[in-house]
Nanobody, 124 residues
Framework: QVQLVESGGGLVQAGGSLRLSCAVSGRTFSRNGMGWFRQAPGKEREFVATISWSGGSTVYADSVKGRFTISRDNAKNTVYLQMNSLKPEDTAVYYC?????????????????WGQGTQVTVSS
């Protein structure tokens, strides 16, 4: 049973920073491409960032490029999302996802495993 558990969400003022973590258990984490997605109220889920198994390849949504950084620590079975210069439009539930492939991917439907989500709220 694969489990993904996100943490690190919360309430922050615009311009502030948060670091999300996603702990993965139940499989060999180092072989999985990982992604972060988010869903705001009344909106569809959208891609945020993805990282390959080695961390050598990363892709970001245009809306977060230059502000967010995805990284991973395979020794700790954990993927991170460092979020800086946060804006009110970043407010959403953030989900971590893992796929049965080592490569980064922006399409959500290729991810087989999802966490329960963590709320990020950015006040203006």
């Amino acid at each position: 049973q694969v489990q993904l558990v996100e943490s690190g969400g919360g309430l922050v003022q615009a311009g502030g920073s948060l670091r999300l973590s996603c702990a993965v258990s139940g499989r060999t984490f180092s072989r999985n491409g990982m992604g972060w997605f988010r869903q705001a109220p009344g909106k569809e889920r959208e891609f945020v960032a993805t990282i390959s198994w080695s961390g050598g390849s990363t892709v970001y949504a245009d809306s977060v490029k230059g502000r967010f950084t995805i990284s991973r620590d395979n020794a700790k079975n954990t993927v991170y999302l460092q979020m800086n210069s946060l804006k009110p439009e970043d407010t959403a539930v953030y989900y971590c996802a893992a796929r049965d492939s080592p490569w980064a991917e922006v399409k959500g439907y290729v991810y087989a495993y999802w966490g329960q989500g963590t709320q990020v709220t950015v006040s203006s």
